[in-house]
Structures are given as structure tokens and as C-alpha cells.
């Protein structure tokens, strides 16, 4: 039998275990289901509360790790309060689901190892679904780091590269990055690719690239401001809103086209399948509704909207 050892967990157990039917000792209490193929629950104001796993529900809220400093997707305002595209969303999805979604700041290359040993429930950081994160692989060496990850793709993005207006012309693309100074945040999709672009460059016998890979993206754009860097690499989202706010707008220019365009996932562990398939049903629900919609214009994001919820779509 699957039971998490977390204090919240073991709780929120106890308190549920008054409304739960007993279940067979070899039984897992969180896929506990009624014959109708949901626990009791749902209500017109969360009409998809019983998809949850018991003790989830019980408790009413998800753990959601995530790196807050990545705007426009997940950063803090003026006022310290969470916000962005990653935040609504997930809003919307607790309203439908009927639990708070509790977003608990993390560097972005820890969050995987945080919801392995149970810290979180979920990820959600503009974190790209692909098939090594599903696999567990790290993706540039190839080998087994930790066990997978399930996702449910809500958003898609490529990456893109941005330079200081005044000396954006001296890197037009992709390929004029041989030779260059690139920031960018450690444990990314974008410095995973940047060091693929340089084993290409070392096999075309060119010079290599040098990476300085940071926490966070907010001190990689610092790094490109204060000149000591040639060029910043970032997802599309993130880039494009640091070139529009940045100094009023006179910062940054992006640099050729995105590349790479590949879906946005909330990470779950493969154990916790009923808490992806009801995060998978609210997302369909909040798209169906319109919610979604409002949520991606209002940051400016309609160009990466999905049109349903799919689980480990990335290749």
C-alpha cells in the first residue's frame, strides 16, 4: 500500500478516514474509488473535487514547487504576492478541483529532486515537458539521474535568445553564438540546448560557447544588462516580457527567432496518477469554459494556449 510519510499526509488521512469507506489492507487509500468512478464529493462549486486523491482533498491544497522568479509565468509583484500566468492557472484549476494551490518558492534545478523526496505535490515552473524528464535522463548525458515524471501540458514555448539593444547586431541567431558569452538559467530546457550548440560548435571546429548558467533567469537578464555577458537565453515568454519591461522597453532586443517550441507540464510522479488525471480533467474544464482564454491574453500569452489538456505530450 502507497502512503506518503508526510506529517500534512499522515493528517490529513486521519481526518478523512471518517468519510472514506475502509478499503482492502493491499489497497492504495489514494485511488480509493466509488462503483460510479470517483470518491464522494463533488459539489456545483467544485464539480471536480472528487476526482482528488482522499487525502489531498482532506487537506485542501496541493504543494506546488516552483522557481518564483520568472516572469511573466511565476514572480513576485510590488507588494510580495505570487503572481503571473503559472499562478492563475493554477487558480483556476483549484476552483474547479476544490483545493488551494500553494505555490513554495525553489531554484529551478532542485524542484525534481524536491518533489522525489515529497516536498511538493506537483511542479509547476514554466517546466518543459520532454521525454528525459519522463524518463528520468538527464538530457545532454544520456543517463538514468532519478525516477520520471508524468506531465500534463498546459502551455507551449521555444526558446529564445536576447541581447542589449545597443549590441543585439552582433549576434543575429543561433548560429552566431560560437565564440560568445550566453547567460542563462541553470537546469533549463534553454541551458540544456545551449550546450547541445556547443558540441556542435566544438564538431564544427569552431570556438566554443561559454555558458554561465545561474539560479534564477532575473540574475541572468542582470548579468546581460550589466554587460558581461553577450547574449541571454531564455524561454519565448520570459524573453519577450523582459524586452518589453525592462527599462521601460529600452533594455533588451530579441535575437533571431524562437526555437525549439515544446509544451509547458505540470510535473507529477508517476505514483500519483490520480492527482494528474484530475489536474488533466480541470485543465479541459477551465479551456472548455473560457477561463483559460482570459488567463493567457491577460499575459499576453495566446500564442503558446493549447486547446486540451495532454499528458506527456513532449518528444
Given at each position: 500500500?502507497?502512503?506518503?510519510?508526510?506529517?500534512?499526509?499522515?493528517?490529513?488521512?486521519?481526518?478523512?478516514?471518517?468519510?472514506?469507506?475502509?478499503?482492502?489492507?493491499?489497497?492504495?487509500?489514494?485511488?480509493?474509488?466509488?462503483?460510479?468512478?470517483?470518491?464522494?464529493?463533488?459539489?456545483?462549486?467544485?464539480?471536480?473535487?472528487?476526482?482528488?486523491?482522499?487525502?489531498?482533498?482532506?487537506?485542501?491544497f496541493?504543494?506546488?514547487?516552483?522557481?518564483?522568479?520568472?516572469?511573466?509565468?511565476?514572480?513576485?509583484?510590488?507588494?510580495?504576492e505570487?503572481?503571473?500566468?503559472?499562478?492563475?492557472?493554477?487558480q483556476?484549476?483549484?476552483?474547479?478541483?476544490?483545493?488551494?494551490?500553494?505555490?513554495?518558492?525553489?531554484?529551478?534545478?532542485?524542484?525534481?529532486?524536491?518533489?522525489?523526496?515529497?516536498?511538493?505535490d506537483?511542479?509547476?515552473?514554466?517546466?518543459?515537458?520532454?521525454?528525459?524528464?519522463?524518463?528520468?535522463?538527464?538530457?545532454?548525458?544520456?543517463?538514468?539521474?532519478?525516477?520520471?515524471?508524468?506531465?500534463?501540458?498546459?502551455f507551449?514555448a521555444?526558446?529564445?535568445?536576447?541581447?542589449?539593444?545597443?549590441?543585439?547586431?552582433?549576434?543575429?541567431?543561433?548560429?552566431?553564438?560560437?565564440?560568445?558569452?550566453?547567460a542563462?538559467?541553470?537546469?533549463?530546457?534553454?541551458?540544456d540546448l545551449?550546450?547541445?550548440?556547443?558540441?556542435?560548435?566544438?564538431?564544427?571546429?569552431?570556438?566554443?560557447?561559454?555558458?554561465?548558467?545561474?539560479?534564477?533567469?532575473a540574475?541572468?537578464?542582470?548579468?546581460?544588462?550589466?554587460?558581461?555577458?553577450?547574449?541571454?537565453?531564455?524561454?519565448?515568454?520570459?524573453?519577450?516580457?523582459?524586452?518589453?519591461?525592462?527599462?521601460?522597453?529600452?533594455?533588451?532586443?530579441?535575437?533571431?527567432?524562437?526555437?525549439?517550441?515544446a509544451p509547458?507540464?505540470?510535473?507529477?510522479?508517476?505514483?500519483?496518477?490520480?492527482?494528474?488525471?484530475?489536474?488533466?480533467?480541470?485543465?479541459?474544464?477551465i479551456i472548455?469554459?473560457?477561463?483559460?482564454?482570459?488567463?493567457v491574453?491577460?499575459?499576453?500569452a495566446?500564442?503558446?494556449?493549447?486547446?486540451?489538456?495532454?499528458?506527456?505530450?513532449?518528444?
Open positions: 500500500m502507497t502512503v506518503r510519510t508526510s506529517l500534512r499526509r499522515t493528517t490529513a488521512l486521519l481526518l478523512a478516514s471518517a468519510a472514506l469507506t475502509a478499503t482492502s489492507a493491499c489497497g492504495d487509500q489514494r485511488d480509493a474509488t466509488t462503483a460510479g468512478g470517483g470518491t464522494p464529493g463533488g459539489s456545483a462549486a467544485a464539480p471536480l473535487s472528487d476526482r482528488l486523491p482522499a487525502d489531498i482533498r482532506a487537506a485542501g496541493v504543494r506546488v514547487g516552483s522557481d518564483i522568479a520568472f516572469p511573466p509565468v511565476e514572480f513576485k509583484d510590488g507588494s510580495g505570487t503572481v503571473g500566468l503559472d499562478p492563475d492557472i493554477a483556476a484549476l483549484g476552483d474547479q478541483l476544490g483545493v488551494e494551490f500553494r505555490f513554495e518558492n525553489g531554484t529551478f534545478d532542485t524542484l525534481v529532486s524536491g518533489l522525489r523526496a515529497d516536498r511538493y506537483v511542479i509547476m515552473s514554466a517546466m518543459n515537458d520532454t521525454k528525459a524528464r519522463q524518463e528520468g535522463i538527464d538530457a545532454v548525458t544520456g543517463k538514468k539521474v532519478g525516477e520520471g515524471l508524468d506531465f500534463v501540458d498546459y507551449s521555444g526558446v529564445s535568445l536576447y541581447a542589449r539593444k545597443a549590441h543585439a547586431g552582433s549576434v543575429r541567431g543561433w548560429d552566431d553564438l560560437c565564440g560568445k558569452t550566453v542563462v538559467q541553470r537546469g533549463s530546457v534553454a541551458h545551449l550546450k547541445s550548440r556547443d558540441g556542435a560548435c566544438a564538431e564544427g571546429g569552431g570556438p566554443a560557447i561559454a555558458i554561465e548558467a545561474y539560479d534564477t533567469d540574475q541572468a537578464q542582470t548579468r546581460v544588462r550589466s554587460k558581461g555577458v553577450d547574449v541571454g537565453c531564455s524561454d519565448f515568454p520570459a524573453a519577450a516580457y523582459a524586452v518589453k519591461t525592462s527599462g521601460g522597453g529600452q533594455d533588451f532586443a530579441l535575437v533571431g527567432e524562437q526555437t525549439n517550441a509547458y507540464g505540470i510535473a507529477v510522479a508517476k505514483k500519483d496518477t490520480r492527482l494528474r488525471d484530475a489536474i488533466a480533467a480541470a485543465l479541459d474544464a472548455a469554459n473560457g477561463q483559460y482564454a482570459k488567463i491574453d491577460k499575459w499576453g495566446r500564442g503558446g494556449a493549447v486547446t486540451k489538456a495532454v499528458v506527456n505530450g513532449g518528444v
